[in-house]
């Protein structure tokens, strides 16, 4: 029936996808992640799908390159991997450790990643209340009996809101050249759009999903009614789980072993949050100090008298800015003033401290705050291209 189909189209060499059939299923997976960020969706609008993905689970993760992929979304705060070959993720959990990166330019939400080694058809708490759990090119490589088994455990016991399972679509096989049998010897099945749809639907009406059928690599032009090389279902649940079932379930025992668990560094650790709002701080007051220097070195170079004013603007864009409003740094002796109030009106520290007061509280210790604690102080004569010991006292502004 299917050969029938393809029968007319000549496949002079193999067929190969770019970017990669498996890099397709990985970016398929990130959209679908991205999708659900929560910011873009007002509450109004909310379904049990549109509720953002925070904890992700990849079943059969393999050498963990789907892992190592999501674990970039600002969104997610858990991810999990599990795999029956405790090898593979031995080998392949150095691609989830933190680097020099993470520490320097932590994430805005906590990370933690675990890898469990353990059958996806194993019952166990840890893998309870997931967003999303993703099964990609995994199904057919279980038995018969573990592929009766599959859809108790990920859809009854996990119950996560949404599943995306991956699986090839046989009907594409005889487009590739040099037949065998399946299209990897650990395969035990691959199916046809018909029979993993029916077994899709079957398992969605009997657990309370509802699923929409998809799929990635086009067959080439001629050979259109074979679907996609590889199809894919995408799972959403419909009946949301009550408290009291996951209470319950919580109490199973553990069946996975884990083989380790990374932490990420996060904004929502004070440590971390305190040095980003002092890096942040820092720079700015850098910047300032150096545009009032190039003021006043400017009026000195145009000015042979003693005096040193501050330069103004050369077009009055006052009445329409409106930092005009608040307080501007100032110069007192060898002294640099810089007022919190400035400070925090600078948007990427006001979105890491939320109020004046965590502001002042994140940089006390980093700091020398004047007296009144209104102001960031530095002292000007500790470096040499800052040095304004020569304005003879006058208190220098930005005008
Ligand atoms: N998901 C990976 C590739 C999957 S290959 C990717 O996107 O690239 C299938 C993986 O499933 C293999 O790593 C295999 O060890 C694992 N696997 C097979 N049977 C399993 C089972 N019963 N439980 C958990 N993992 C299993």
Redesign the pocket.
Same mark, same amino acid.
């Given at each position: 029936m299917v050969d029938s189909h393809v029968r007319g189209v000549q496949v002079k060499e193999n067929i190969k996808f770019t970017p990669s059939l498996?890099e397709q299923? +990985?970016k398929f997976v990130l959209d679908f992640v991205r999708k659900h960020k929560p910011q873009k969706i007002p509450c109004s609008l909310k379904t049990s799908l549109s509720s953002f993905l925070r904890k992700v689970a =990849?079943? %059969?993760?393999?050498?963990c390159? /789907?892992l190592w992929r999501l674990k970039y979304h600002e969104s997610i705060e858990v991810l999990a991997g /599990? =795999?029956? =070959?405790e090898n593979?993720l031995t080998r392949n959990i150095y691609r989830l450790h933190t680097g020099a990166g993470d520490y320097l330019d932590p994430r805005e939400r906590p990370l933690t990643i675990t890898l469990y080694h %353990?059958?996806?058809?194993e019952k166990d708490p840890c893998l309870l209340g997931f967003d999303l759990i993703t099964?990609? !090119? /995994?199904i057919e +490589? /279980?038995e018969a009996k !573990?592929l009766s088994q599959f859809p108790e455990v990920i859809f009854g016991f996990f119950s996560p809101t949404t599943v995306i399972i991956s699986t090839p679509n046989s009907e594409f096989n005889p487009l590739f050249s040099g037949k065998t049998l399946f299209r990897h010897p =650990?395969h035990k099945f691959e199916w046809d759009r018909t029979q993993f749809q029916s077994w899709a639907l079957d398992a969605a009406r009997h657990y309370g999903y509802s699923v929409e059928f998809t799929g990635l690599g086009e067959p080439p032009p001629g050979a259109e009614a074979v679907g996609f090389c590889t199809q894919i279902g995408v799972f959403v649940k419909t009946i949301p789980n009550t408290v009291k079932s996951l209470h319950d379930e919580k109490t199973i025992e553990c069946a996975h072993t884990t083989v380790g668990t990374v932490i990420y560094p996060s904004l929502k650790e004070e440590k971390y949050l305190r040095k980003a709002v002092s890096n942040e701080v820092f720079s700015q007051i850098l910047k300032m100090k150096r545009v009032l220097l190039e003021s006043l070195k400017m009026k000195n170079d145009n000015d042979n008298s003693d005096e040193l004013e501050f330069v103004k603007p050369k077009c009055d864009e006052s009445k329409n800015d409106p930092t005009e409003e608040i307080p501007k740094p100032f110069c007192i002796e060898n002294v640099f003033y810089v007022p919190l109030e400035r400070l925090f009106s600078f948007p990427k520290i006001k979105h890491l401290c939320g109020d004046l007061e965590t502001l002042k509280m994140l940089i006390a210790n980093e700091v020398m705050l004047s007296s009144d604690g209104s102001s960031v102080m530095i002292n000007t004569v500790d470096e040499e291209d800052c040095d304004l010991s020569d304005n003879d006292g006058d208190d220098l502004r930005f005008v």
């Open positions: 498996s299923r +990985h =990849d079943l %059969g993760c393999a050498n390159k /789907l /599990l =795999d029956i =070959d593979i %353990g059958s996806v058809v099964c990609i !090119e /995994l +490589h /279980l !573990e =650990d």
